[in-house]
T-cell receptor, first 113, second 106 residues
């Protein structure tokens, strides 16, 4: 069984740029969620994808967008980066309907300068 | 608004001492609560779920709806319990508390 993987591990961007983060879900999982974890805080829900459709969104502006692909992998895109976007971005996957446990990836550390 | 509060940023105990990590939640419905743990240089992982009512690594947590609490307890702390602990409310998305660092000293 392959766990959740994320790429890249670290990323440095400049304010105003755009970034794409990638996540491969655990084998057999059809639901992917993204979380933002700022320093010293718990993870905050950004959105969730199920069968390639967004089916839940947290309190994040539209410049945070995502995709899910037929193989259930996912991307998180952030446009017009701001300094406050600097955080650890976590991806989690689970099997909708049969699995309650979310399996987390190692995260991507984004620094915006 | 749904919220999870972990009042302690850091809890430091000696090996063999009892541990209680506090968690309070705000939710009007019937809550589903979890404890997640992150050991040093490892990813976030599920420790236990209130519905299962099981003990994992000696930890237990009881849901108290009257006090809206879900505190995590262990009678005798071990050094390998040192980690970051997050309480989370499941609303088809996880609402996390800010986390508590548990440091077990020898």
């Amino acid at each position: 069984e392959t766990g959740v993987t994320q790429s890249p591990t670290h990323l440095i961007k400049t304010r105003g740029q755009q970034v794409t983060l990638r996540c491969s879900s655990q084998s057999g999982h059809n639901t992917v969620s993204w979380y933002q974890q700022a320093l010293g805080q718990g993870p905050q829900f950004i959105f969730q994808y199920y069968r390639e459709e967004e089916n839940g969104r947290g309190n994040f502006p539209p410049r945070f967008s995502g995709l899910q692909f037929p193989n259930y992998s996912s991307e998180l895109n952030v446009n017009a980066l701001e300094l406050d976007d600097s955080a650890l971005y976590l991806c989690a996957s689970r099997q909708q309907g049969t699995g309650y446990e979310q399996y987390f990836g190692p995260g991507t550390r984004l620094t915006v300068t | 608004a749904q919220r999870v509060t972990q009042p302690e940023k850091l809890l430091s105990v000696f090996k063999g001492a009892p541990v209680e990590l506090k968690c309070n939640y705000s939710y009007s419905g019937s809550p589903e609560l979890f404890w997640y743990v992150q050991y040093s240089r490892q990813r976030l992982q599920l420790l236990l779920r209130h519905i299962s009512r099981e003990s994992i690594k000696g930890f237990t947590a009881d849901l108290n709806k009257g006090e809206t609490s879900f505190h995590l307890k262990k009678p005798f702390a071990q050094e390998e319990d040192s980690a970051m602990y997050y309480c989370a409310l499941n609303l088809n998305k996880l609402v996390f508390g800010a986390g508590t660092i548990l440091r077990v000293k020898s």
